[in-house]
């Protein structure tokens, strides 16, 4: 079945480390989106990538990193710059350009700072 | 700016006890708006989209519909499988075609037996 993989579900991150969340899609969708998910808030936009090698800034790209070397996978970096990195990280893809097909999401990961 | 807000932020309801949710939105142009459903811990599932006033969707016990400043959620008779966070999300057509969705901070509704 085609789909969006996250991994890990979960994942704990100590001050001062880079952490990688993993985002494979076998949807062959072109577009892909990191969005983060706090209580109370809605999802805010970090990165997000149109084609292979391509992608831009969102609304809270301060503190990530991500790369876009194939097409299926959109892998983001939490860094040690980001003071607040406790919350629900969400992958998401869409077909590019698209007009009404939305986003089809990945099950998420849950990262938290000890 | 493009900004969009869901009320109420919780709903508890009674078995088969109708209601609605609101999700008002304000956009320079909307190209889309879209609902999802997420359960605690997934990822949201999208639901429906609508492109323009007047239009309306039905899945099972919801029914979306659109007008010009805001979308409603209307919940028929629903059932305790129905509890779960409702998102609406709309795309601005200043957005180009980057796909950019604007989130609401959803509506949380439990729906007790």
């Known amino acids: 079945d085609g789909g969006i993989t996250q991994s890990p579900k979960y994942l704990f991150r100590k001050e001062g480390q880079n952490v990688t969340l993993s985002c494979e899609q076998n949807?062959?969708?072109?577009?892909m989106y990191w969005y983060r998910q706090d209580p109370g808030q809605g999802l805010r936009l970090i990165y997000y990538?149109?084609?292979?090698?391509?992608?831009q800034k969102g609304d809270i790209a301060e503190g990530y990193s991500v790369s876009r070397e194939k097409k299926e996978s959109f892998p983001l970096t939490v860094t040690s710059a980001q003071k607040n990195p406790t919350a629900f990280y969400l992958c998401?893809?869409?077909?590019?350009?698209?007009?009404?097909?939305?986003?089809?999401f990945g099950s998420g990961t849950r990262l938290t700072v000890v | 700016e493009d900004q969009v807000t869901q009320s109420p932020e919780a709903l508890r309801l009674q078995e088969g006890e109708s209601s609605s949710l609101n999700c008002s939105y304000t956009?320079?142009?909307?190209?889309?708006l879209f609902w999802y459903r997420q359960d605690p811990g997934k990822g949201p599932e999208f639901l429906f989209t609508?492109?323009?006033a007047g239009e309306e969707k039905e899945k099972e016990r919801l029914k979306a519909t659109l007008t010009k400043k805001e979308s409603f959620l209307h919940i028929t008779a629903p059932k305790p499988e129905d509890s779960a966070t409702y998102l609406c999300?709309?795309?601005?057509?200043?957005?180009?075609?980057?796909?950019?969705?604007?989130f609401g901070q959803g509506t949380t509704l439990q729906v007790k037996p």
């Open positions: 956009v320079s142009g909307l190209r889309g």
């Open positions: 609508l492109y323009s």
């Open positions: 990538s149109q084609i292979v090698n391509d992608f």
């Open positions: 999300a709309v795309q601005a057509k200043g957005s180009g075609n980057t796909g950019k969705l604007i």
């Open positions: 998401a893809s869409s077909i590019r350009g698209s007009r009404g097909f939305g986003y089809t």
């Open positions: 949807l062959n969708h072109d577009a």
